[in-house]
């Protein structure tokens, strides 16, 4: 018998969190413009101590304008997407089920196209389109989903999968029908792009990552126990109906969290839930900050893999989380089959 | 823990007085509302009884009596319209969920797992109502797992894979996980369904040690008429909803009352350990 | 005893949030301008406007550019500015020197540091291909980016737009030359074409699904520069129909883009075997006029397509009678290089 423990968490937690940092540094270190080590760590120590003018203007924009941000989304990006698929694979009770199943990430695109249609220059609409879409969609699904004023699970997944038809369709038309404008944003910012980057400060954005991990954080210890059951869990002191609730909303926020800023990136939601579990366990105390660091991490690789695999041409991270993530998906599954 | 094997009748506390109370029922009753209105409302009760701790007592009626109506009432998933249940004393319905389940342990058919889980971790799962928040399991929890595993005899199942265990071993770690709950009342909900002949009384055997050798009461729904003859210190026999009798089971198994009850043709033969058999007539 | 866990828990939280700290004070929005080593704002320097509204600080000297699709690179070849071509896509072919250039990736995703890396003292952008957060990035950067608006509805509007970028590019004169030059060759081609009836046709953009072009593109108005209508009416600027419609409108002749001039034969032998096309009227006759890919861009090639096109459907009038020959493409051309010089 050899229980979780804080200590073993936390020992995880930093050794993941230390691997993190590598793929930040190499994803800092790797592409078009020529800088080195010595160099990024120049600019990064200069800005700390207040030499900022020390720093020739060029490095000042790879790293801080355009790598840096880069990265800092990735991990925003990744983590989100990764723990709100965590606890959508618990509240659904189904293995298969990835951030966008309720159809967060649809109505997401929806709003992202409307504004495309209406207001195709002004920056940064699109991401609070897309925000508000998701977040009515959210709303939408969960009123569908209740039965007898209690979210239930089954219903739930009808209402998403109807929603996700639904978006898809009027997508669909809108895309063919609307005068004039070409949707080529849309096609980036459904694969899934970290280049745009947010129009509000990232801390906003991070303060939300917090508040959506920590809230399903909080809720762990009742996941592990309704994944064996609800009505055991209920009967073992569990607010099934609030966790659902809690779970359901933050990982809601989080997919649209990262949906808003960088389009659908598929595949993450989906995988490192699981290969997290291969790794460390199916305990959801450990699950969650190991999957929120584990989709940080595999972010950040992929985006690095997308912009420097075939320069100059950058190719849109979904497209190389799908290329990799669709043969680890098979692999993963055969290994299920015991 | 003294063995009671053979089926004589248990060592109760043998001092009326001293035996605890664990579980007081006083003219419960209960009412479904169908949800389509063309079926008629099922109504449950009032039903009244006792069940003290180290006593085995089968709630027993054929389908459709209210067994899984008054488990859920004793088990504290809804509120009795009339009486009151209680467990220790505190009036089930009103406790808190984690209060509630320290006291109330409910044994049911499992839901399928989706992950792989251990047998020590879902065992250990069991501890949950006394966890604070945000913690994680001290070695007294583990400590408790530890003997709920050794209770049920599945000690040597502990780092085994939940879905590779045999539908017997199974059930075991189920039972396992309810007693690391410490409970002062264990409920089984038809625990005998799946299993053989061998599995039944194996089970029951099992519950009359538990019982004899532990402070709580155990209930048992069930519509065995033998098994809880043979095993139970006592029974509560439900019929369309009432509470027809509730007393030993030589109090209880009378010819014509079984009769009516289970609708078959049946006859009650009495035994010299003071425990009734029922036997099925065929023609 | 178990304080440890939630010790824990809290060191935990700390840590993330410090790392978290660390990762957005590096996010912070400071305006690069203040580090650009570049030459500081003086009296020689302006502000102009785009031509989607962005007010673009244009430096005194434009020395090194950078353009992000096929059509501002071939106006800038035009106006004679291909020394100072610092870099394109790897979609700019035409003219074929500028696949010899540095490129920055794909005109939809440039890559920025590539871009950084080239110095450009100007970037050109346009609406047709280029995407809005590509620009603001670039502005974010301190470098000057002009987006042209590519969903020109004329010629006419092109040929604006095309001295307005050579006046970006302190390149006046070179610009209004090649301007004058393009509407005198529209011009005589209309004179020509006065009297003559509209020929109907159908652009095809795409044949799988079939897509054609609406009334309100640039393409339309070149159609009829070159005496040429579309027999499809739509507001929608890339109309997908079906081959229905086509067979109903019957065109006088069928339009492809895209295609290099040499293979033109192969376009009209696919059409000949596909059902329904070859029972067409225009396909029966061979009416197939297949365009290359860089005239139908809003840039001085598409003077030579619509040249090329009238002269397809209006052959009556090109052969040499009591005229002088309207000089091909290729010596018009050479002309302009000349009268630039």
Same mark, same amino acid.
């Given at each position: 018998?050899?229980?979780?423990?804080?200590?073993?968490?936390?020992?995880?937690?930093?050794?993941?969190?230390?691997?993190?940092?590598?793929?930040?540094?190499?994803?800092?270190?790797?592409?078009?413009?020529?800088?080195?080590?010595?160099?990024?760590?120049?600019?990064?120590?200069?800005?700390?101590?207040?030499?900022?003018?020390?720093?020739?203007?060029?490095?000042?924009?790879?790293?801080?304008?355009?790598?840096?941000?880069?990265?800092?989304?990735?991990?925003?990006?990744?983590?989100?997407?990764?723990?709100?698929?965590?606890?959508?694979?618990?509240?659904?009770?189904?293995? $298969?089920?990835?951030?966008? @199943?309720? *159809? &967060?990430? !649809?109505?997401?695109?929806?709003? =992202?196209?409307?504004? +495309?249609?209406?207001?195709?220059?002004?920056?940064?609409?699109?991401?609070?389109?897309?925000?508000?879409?998701?977040?009515?969609?959210?709303?939408?699904?969960?009123?569908?989903?209740?039965?007898?004023?209690?979210?239930?699970?089954?219903?739930?997944?009808?209402?998403?999968?109807?929603?996700?038809?639904?978006?898809?369709?009027?997508?669909?038309?809108?895309?063919?029908?609307?005068?004039?404008?070409?949707?080529?944003?849309?096609?980036?910012?459904?694969?899934?792009?970290?280049?745009?980057?947010?129009?509000?400060?990232?801390?906003? $954005?991070?303060?939300?990552? @917090?508040? *959506? &991990?920590? !809230?399903?954080?909080?809720?762990? =210890?009742?996941?592990? +126990?309704?994944?064996?059951?609800?009505?055991?869990?209920?009967?073992?002191?569990?607010?099934?109906?609030?966790?659902?609730?809690?779970?359901?909303?933050?990982?809601?926020?989080?997919?649209?969290?990262?949906?808003?800023?960088?389009?659908?990136?598929?595949?993450?939601?989906?995988?490192?839930?699981?290969?997290?579990?291969?790794?460390?366990?199916?305990?959801?105390?450990?699950?969650?900050?190991?999957?929120?660091?584990?989709?940080?991490?595999?972010?950040?690789?992929?985006?690095?893999?997308?912009?420097?695999?075939?320069?100059?041409?950058?190719?849109?991270?979904?497209?190389?989380?799908?290329?990799?993530?669709?043969?680890?998906?098979?692999?993963?599954?055969?290994?299920?089959?015991? | 823990?003294?063995?009671?094997?053979?089926?004589?009748?248990?060592?109760?506390?043998?001092?009326?007085?001293?035996?605890?109370?664990?579980?007081?029922?006083?003219?419960?009753?209960?009412?479904?509302?169908?949800?389509?209105?063309?079926?008629?409302?099922?109504?449950?009760?009032?039903?009244?009884?006792?069940?003290?701790?180290?006593?085995?007592?089968?709630?027993?009626?054929?389908?459709?009596?209210?067994?899984?109506?008054?488990?859920?009432?004793?088990?504290?998933?809804?509120?009795?319209?009339?009486?009151?249940?209680?467990?220790?004393?505190?009036?089930?319905?009103?406790?808190?969920?984690?209060?509630?389940?320290?006291?109330?342990?409910?044994?049911?058919?499992?839901?399928?797992?989706?992950?792989?889980?251990?047998?020590?971790?879902?065992?250990?799962?069991?501890?949950?109502?006394?966890?604070?928040?945000?913690?994680?399991?001290?070695?007294?929890?583990?400590?408790?797992?530890?003997?709920?595993?050794?209770?049920?005899?599945?000690?040597?199942?502990?780092?085994?894979?939940?879905?590779?265990?045999?539908?017997?071993?199974?059930?075991?770690?189920?039972?396992?996980?309810?007693?690391?709950?410490?409970?002062?009342?264990?409920?089984?909900?038809?625990?005998?369904?799946?299993?053989?002949?061998?599995?039944?009384?194996?089970?029951?055997?099992?519950?009359?040690?538990?019982?004899?050798?532990?402070?709580?009461?155990?209930?048992?729904?069930?519509?065995?008429?033998?098994?809880?003859?043979?095993?139970?210190?006592?029974?509560?026999?439900?019929?369309?909803?009432?509470?027809?009798?509730?007393?030993?089971?030589?109090?209880?198994?009378?010819?014509?009352?079984?009769?009516?009850?289970?609708?078959?043709?049946?006859?009650?033969?009495?035994?010299?350990?003071?425990?009734?058999?029922?036997?099925?007539?065929?023609? | 005893?178990?304080?440890?866990?939630?010790?824990?828990?809290?060191?935990?939280?700390?840590?993330?949030?410090?790392?978290?700290?660390?990762?957005?004070?590096?996010?912070?929005?400071?305006?690069?301008?203040?580090?650009?080593?570049?030459?500081?704002?003086?009296?020689?320097?302006?502000?102009?406007?785009?031509?989607?509204?962005?007010?673009?600080?244009?430096?005194?000297?434009?020395?090194?550019?950078?353009?992000?699709?096929?059509?501002?690179?071939?106006?800038?070849?035009?106006?004679?500015?291909?020394?100072?071509?610092?870099?394109?896509?790897?979609?700019?072919?035409?003219?074929?020197?500028?696949?010899?250039?540095?490129?920055?990736?794909?005109?939809?995703?440039?890559?920025?540091?590539?871009?950084?890396?080239?110095?450009?003292?100007?970037?050109?952008?346009?609406?047709?291909?280029?995407?809005?957060?590509?620009?603001?990035?670039?502005?974010?950067?301190?470098?000057?980016?002009?987006?042209?608006?590519?969903?020109?509805?004329?010629?006419?509007?092109?040929?604006?737009?095309?001295?307005?970028?050579?006046?970006?590019?302190?390149?006046?004169?070179?610009?209004?030359?090649?301007?004058?030059?393009?509407?005198?060759?529209?011009?005589?081609?209309?004179?020509?074409?006065?009297?003559?009836?509209?020929?109907?046709?159908?652009?095809?953009?795409?044949?799988?699904?079939?897509?054609?072009?609406?009334?309100?593109?640039?393409?339309?108005?070149?159609?009829?520069?070159?005496?040429?209508?579309?027999?499809?009416?739509?507001?929608?600027?890339?109309?997908?129909?079906?081959?229905?419609?086509?067979?109903?409108?019957?065109?006088?002749?069928?339009?492809?883009?895209?295609?290099?001039?040499?293979?033109?034969?192969?376009?009209?032998?696919?059409?000949?075997?596909?059902?329904?096309?070859?029972?067409?009227?225009?396909?029966?006759?061979?009416?197939?006029?297949?365009?290359?890919?860089?005239?139908?861009?809003?840039?001085?090639?598409?003077?030579?397509?619509?040249?090329?096109?009238?002269?397809?459907?209006?052959?009556?009038?090109?052969?040499?009678?009591?005229?002088?020959?309207?000089?091909?493409?290729?010596?018009?051309?050479?002309?302009?290089?000349?009268?630039?010089?």
């Amino acid at each position: 018998m050899r229980p979780l423990t804080a200590r073993r968490l936390a020992l995880i937690c930093a050794a993941l969190g230390a691997m993190l940092f590598v793929a930040v540094v190499i994803s800092l270190r790797m592409g078009a413009y020529p800088i080195s080590i010595p160099e990024i760590v120049m600019t990064l120590l200069n800005r700390v101590i207040g030499r900022r003018n020390e720093i020739p203007p060029d490095f000042w924009n790879v790293v801080y304008e355009i790598r840096l941000p880069r990265i800092a989304l990735g991990i925003l990006v990744g983590a989100s997407l990764s723990t709100a698929g965590a606890g959508f694979q618990a509240l659904l009770r189904n293995p $298969l089920a990835d951030p966008y @199943v309720l *159809g &967060v990430s !649809s109505g997401a695109a929806l709003g =992202a196209i409307i504004s +495309l249609a209406i207001a195709p220059q002004t920056a940064g609409m699109i991401q609070f389109a897309a925000f508000a879409g998701a977040g009515g969609t959210i709303a939408a699904v969960y009123f569908l989903g209740r039965r007898g004023g209690h979210v239930d699970t089954a219903t739930l997944l009808l209402a998403g999968i109807v929603a996700v038809s639904f978006l898809s369709a009027v997508i669909m038309f809108l895309m063919t029908t609307l005068p004039g404008h070409e949707f080529r944003g849309m096609a980036f910012w459904l694969m899934g792009d970290l280049a745009s980057p947010p129009p509000i400060s990232s801390h906003w $954005l991070y303060l939300l990552l @917090v508040i *959506g &991990v920590g !809230s399903i954080y909080t809720t762990s =210890a009742d996941l592990n +126990l309704i994944l064996t059951g609800e009505q055991e869990a209920r009967h073992l002191g569990v607010n099934v109906n609030r966790v659902k609730i809690v779970v359901y909303v933050a990982a809601s926020l989080l997919t649209g969290l990262a949906v808003s800023v960088s389009g659908a990136i598929g595949y993450v939601g989906l995988l490192v839930p699981h290969l997290m579990r291969m790794m460390f366990g199916s305990d959801y105390r450990l699950l969650i900050p190991t999957s929120a660091l584990g989709g940080a991490i595999l972010i950040v690789l992929a985006d690095l893999l997308a912009r420097t695999v075939v320069a100059p041409t950058e190719l849109p991270v979904g497209a190389m989380t799908a290329l990799v993530g669709a043969p680890v998906f098979i692999y993963l599954m055969r290994r299920r089959v015991r | 823990m003294s063995s009671a094997g053979s089926g004589a009748a248990p060592g109760l506390a043998a001092t009326p007085g001293t035996a605890i109370v664990r579980l007081k029922v006083e003219q419960a009753s209960y009412a479904h509302l169908a949800t389509d209105r063309s079926a008629p409302t099922f109504t449950l009760g009032p039903v009244s009884f006792e069940a003290q701790g180290q006593e085995l007592v089968a709630i027993l009626g054929p389908n459709a009596s209210g067994k899984s109506t008054l488990l859920t009432l004793l088990a504290g998933l809804h509120k009795p319209l009339s009486g009151r249940i209680e467990v220790d004393g505190n009036e089930v319905s009103q406790l808190e969920l984690r209060a509630r389940a320290q006291r109330i342990a409910l044994v049911q058919q499992e839901s399928e797992l989706l992950f792989p889980l251990r047998v020590w971790e879902y065992v250990l799962q069991g501890r949950y109502p006394y966890q604070r928040r945000l913690r994680f399991e001290s070695d007294e929890d583990c400590l408790f797992a530890g003997n709920a595993l050794a209770q049920v005899g599945a000690d040597l199942l502990r780092d085994r894979w939940m879905d590779q265990l045999s539908g017997g071993e199974k059930q075991r770690v189920i039972l396992a996980r309810a007693l690391a709950q410490q409970p002062s009342l264990l409920l089984l909900d038809e625990p005998t369904q799946h299993l053989d002949i061998g599995g039944k009384v194996e089970l029951l055997r099992r519950l009359r040690r538990l019982a004899d050798g532990h402070r709580y009461a155990v209930m048992v729904v069930t519509h065995e008429l033998d098994l809880a003859s043979e095993f139970c210190d006592r029974v509560v026999l439900l019929h369309k909803g009432r509470c027809l009798r509730v007393g030993t089971p030589a109090e209880v198994y009378e010819r014509a009352l079984l009769e009516e009850v289970f609708e078959a043709p049946l006859e009650v033969e009495m035994r010299p350990n003071g425990r009734p058999r029922v036997i099925l007539q065929g023609s | 005893m178990k304080r440890a866990g939630w010790d824990n828990a809290i060191r935990i939280t700390i840590i993330l949030a410090l790392f978290s700290s660390a990762a957005q004070a590096s996010v912070d929005r400071e305006p690069a301008r203040k580090n650009n080593a570049q030459s500081p704002m003086t009296s020689r320097d302006r502000i102009v406007t785009d031509d989607v509204g962005r007010q673009v600080k244009m430096p005194a000297e434009v020395s090194r550019i950078v353009t992000l699709a096929p059509n501002l690179t071939e106006i800038v070849y035009a106006l004679g500015l291909a020394d100072k071509l610092a870099g394109d896509t790897n979609e700019c072919d035409s003219p074929p020197a500028a696949k010899l250039k540095p490129h920055v990736g794909e005109p939809q995703n440039p890559s920025l540091e590539a871009i950084v890396a080239l110095h450009p003292d100007l970037v050109l952008a346009t609406t047709s291909i280029n995407r809005v957060e590509t620009a603001d990035a670039l502005e974010r950067l301190g470098i000057a980016v002009y987006t042209s608006d590519g969903e020109a509805q004329t010629v006419l509007g092109i040929l604006d737009s095309i001295a307005r970028m050579a006046d970006l590019m302190l390149a006046k004169t070179k610009g209004a030359d090649l301007v004058a030059q393009m509407r005198r060759r529209l011009d005589e081609l209309h004179t020509r074409l006065e009297d003559r009836p509209m020929v109907h046709v159908l652009f095809v953009v795409w044949l799988d699904p079939l897509t054609t072009i609406g009334q309100n593109t640039f393409i339309a108005d070149a159609l009829r520069w070159a005496g040429a209508e579309s027999v499809v009416l739509s507001k929608q600027n890339w109309p997908q129909i079906s081959i229905e419609e086509v067979v109903r409108l019957q065109p006088d002749y069928i339009v492809f883009a895209g295609t290099h001039q040499e293979s033109g034969a192969t376009e009209l032998a696919d059409l000949r075997a596909r059902p329904v096309w070859r029972d067409l009227d225009a396909v029966q006759m061979g009416h197939v006029v297949n365009l290359s890919e860089e005239g139908i861009r809003p840039s001085p090639g598409l003077v030579d397509a619509i040249e090329q096109l009238a002269r397809e459907v209006h052959p009556e009038v090109f052969t040499a009678r009591n005229q002088d020959p309207i000089p091909t493409a290729l010596q018009a051309r050479e002309e302009a290089m000349l009268c630039v010089r």
